[in-house]
């Protein structure tokens, strides 16, 4: 069976301060993993992907994440965090032997100027 | 990537009524599915809309409820039957292409409200 644990549902940083949200996965099979944001009222936006390559993946924005399988985690993180930042973010797993995608319960992420 | 649009953007309906909403994506995709996301909580699959076969539901979702058309490759129709307040939500539809890594590309969602 395949899950997603989102340790956190807020995150608060300063504005210009590192950013880590925290995303646990169980998987039977070898999982891609995906973060996806989602801005108010808008749609989602794919931040980044892990697909059995480099472990160490970067996405959109300067955001990146690091698989590692041994703790079976997949964080989030970004070195300087902006206002635009805000929004709501998805942590997804979803196995080789299909499409279907496992969603994180989200991590709301607030940036206080 | 795809682009993908959802009609309507939003809705507020009665309670007994029925409402379709539509996806169109802008290039042939082999899969595309179906998310509820009521408020405040994250994503949730209702279905695997097939082309040329009928859709797979996932645990809690029924195809009386929740009937789907895939009838090409552009363009999926969920329904949404019989509503009561607790369908409020947005309806999100995704598509996926097989060999792309598996990522999926999600509509800008329906807003639906039941009063």
Same mark, same amino acid.
């Given at each position: +069976?395949?899950? $997603? ?51 160490? $993946?970067? #996405?959109?924005? #300067?955001?990146? +994440? ?14 300087? +965090? ?10 997804? $797993? ?11 319960? #989200? ?7 | ?52 076969? %009928?859709?797979?539901? %996932? !645990? ?27 369908? !409020? ?13 598996? %990522? ?12």
């Amino acid at each position: +069976a395949q899950s $997603v644990t989102q340790l956190d549902s807020h995150v608060s940083v300063s504005e210009g301060t590192p950013v880590l949200l925290r995303c646990n996965y169980s998987s039977s099979y070898s999982p891609s993993l995906f973060w996806y944001v989602q801005h108010p009222n808008k749609g989602l936006q794919l931040l980044l992907k892990y697909t059995s390559a480099a472990t160490l $993946v970067k #996405g959109i924005n #300067g955001f990146e +994440a690091e698989f590692k399988k041994s703790e079976t985690s997949f964080h989030l993180t970004k070195p300087s +965090a902006h206002m635009s930042d805000a929004a709501e973010y998805f942590c997804v $797993v979803s196995v080789e032997t299909g499409n279907q995608f496992y969603f994180g319960t #989200g991590t709301s992420l607030t940036v206080i100027p | 990537s795809a682009v993908i649009s959802q009609k309507p953007s939003r809705d507020i309906c009665q309670r007994g009524t029925s409402l379709t909403i539509q996806c169109q994506v802008d290039s042939q995709v082999t899969m595309m599915f179906w998310y509820r996301q009521q408020p405040g909580q994250s994503l949730t699959l209702i279905a695997t809309a097939n082309q040329g076969s %009928e859709a797979t539901y %996932e !645990s809690g979702f029924v195809i009386d409820k929740f009937p789907i058309s895939r009838p090409n490759l552009t363009f999926s129709t969920l329904t949404v039957s019989n509503m009561s307040p607790e369908d !409020s939500s947005i309806y999100l539809c995704s598509v996926s292409r097989t060999g792309r890594s598996y %990522e999926q590309y999600f509509g800008p969602g329906t807003r639906l409200t039941v009063t």
